[in-house]
């Protein structure tokens, strides 16, 4: 996944999102792929629950004893998995915005194309998977990019890996691994750059491994890292994440990120919270950057509340972002409010940064979002 933008301080959000055979907004290549409804895998897209979670520690792949479910094979009540490659193509436009000029006044703007992405996802065999993504966008004046891994998977408590890939992207918890909300606000813990300019959710080059151990999670990997184009003779990267199912929908986490370079090098460590209830999807994200001194802190709830028998969704949420850094501080609160059916949603979200006693001018945007 490419960096969002920028924090977007106050601002309207509409998404609207088509697929095909698919009944709520997902990514089509594995609701298309598995024959199944989004919400079987998925709580308020793009977080995932308990059972999008086990499919994802699988290599994409419902098991069945313990044997893996491969392509082609019949599951039973009418489900077959099909035998083609998840495949999905997605583009975003953003017919109106508003945002500060170099001035600090506020100056309409359109981008009838923003990005444009084409995914692809699945498995091969009875171990191997893969993802990856293509990506042209605005803000990287539509060069293009990707990402992806491979994988092997040799039972649920370990699997190994190696890709192009952000730091977090075997992470089968929401807290990290999809930081990436249907908003483009900056994440104050996930996406902080710090001094030698890591993001956490920056792609770059990892190997590792991962595993699931009855309702213990880990994960640890090391690589080149992002935010260094030549790699040649840098000392590596290490990331390490633990996370545990207190119950069922409830969990905690920790992780370490040591991000080096020859000049400089910076440790991040930090906890998680992700939890599942009736009355919404609950997160926490605290960090903690050794060589900035930069804290910060994410947390947010959001709910889909099914509405009579109309197929349709309400789709409240808050969350607010903190981070201070070198005698930097500021404070980000978000209310929002969406519908959502089957063929997309529509989300107002307003935002505002607050930055000790400045408060920026606002920001506005309309976004269509869709996916095929």
């Known amino acids: 996944m490419r960096n969002v933008r920028g924090m977007v301080t ?17 990514i089509p290549a594995f609701a298309r792929r598995e024959h199944l409804a989004c919400p079987v895998c998925h709580s308020v897209f ?16 419902f098991v069945d004893g313990g044997k893996p479910q491969t392509s082609g094979d019949d599951l039973g009540s009418g489900i077959v998995i099909d ?34 992405e084409l995914l692809a996802g699945g498995d091969s065999g009875d171990n191997w998977s893969y993802f990856a993504e293509i990506e042209s966008a605005a803000e990287n004046d539509y060069a293009t990019e990707g990402n992806g891994l491979v994988q092997c998977r040799f039972a649920q408590p370990f699997s190994l890996f190696t890709g192009w890939t952000t730091a977090f ?13 249907v908003d483009h606000a900056t994440h104050a813990a996930t996406d902080f750059a710090g001094a030698i300019d890591v993001p956490m959710n920056e792609e ?11 309702k213990f999670f880990w994960l640890a ?14 000392p590596l990267d290490y990331v390490g994440r633990v996370a545990f199912d207190i119950a069922k929908p ?25 939890s599942i209830v009736s009355f919404g999807t609950l997160y926490a994200v605290v960090m903690y950057d050794t060589l900035d001194r930069a804290v910060g802190i994410e947390g947010s709830w959001d709910l889909a509340k099914p509405v009579g028998k109309a197929n349709l969704n309400l789709l409240p949420e808050a969350r607010i972002d903190v981070r201070t850094a070198s005698g930097d501080a500021w404070t ?6 969406g519908l959502q059916r089957s063929t997309g949603r529509l989300l107002v979200e307003v935002t505002q940064k607050i930055s000790g006693s400045t408060t920026p001018p606002p920001t506005a945007q309309i976004i269509v979002d869709a996916l095929f």
């Not at 309207?12 to 997902?26: D, E, F, K, M, Y």
């Not at 793009?46 to 792949?61: D, L, M, S, T, W």
């Not at 920790?254 to 991000?259: K, L």
Request: aromatic share 10%; no cysteine; charged share 20%.
């Open 10 to 26: 106050a601002g309207s959000v509409l998404l609207v999102g088509w697929s095909i055979s698919t009944p709520a907004w997902a």
């Open 46 to 61: 793009p977080q995932i629950n308990a059972v999008g979670r086990v499919y994802k520690e699988n290599g994409y792949r």
């Open 83 to 116: 035998k083609l490659p998840g495949i999905a193509f997605r583009i975003e436009s953003v017919p109106f915005g508003l945002e500060p000029d170099e001035r600090g006044r506020e100056a309409p703007f359109t981008q009838p194309l923003d990005a444009a």
């Open 169 to 181: 992207s075997r992470d089968v918890y929401n807290s990290l691994s999809e930081s990436r909300r």
């Open 204 to 214: 770059g080059g990892w190997v590792g491994g991962y595993g699931a151990i009855s």
């Open 221 to 234: 990997e090391t690589g080149p890292g992002p935010g260094i184009p030549d790699s040649l003779g840098e």
């Open 250 to 274: 409830v969990s905690i986490g920790a992780f370490v990120y040591s991000a080096n370079t020859i000049k400089s090098n910076t440790v991040r460590i930090g906890i998680d919270e992700n």
């Open 332 to 337: 980000a609160p978000t209310l929002g409010f």
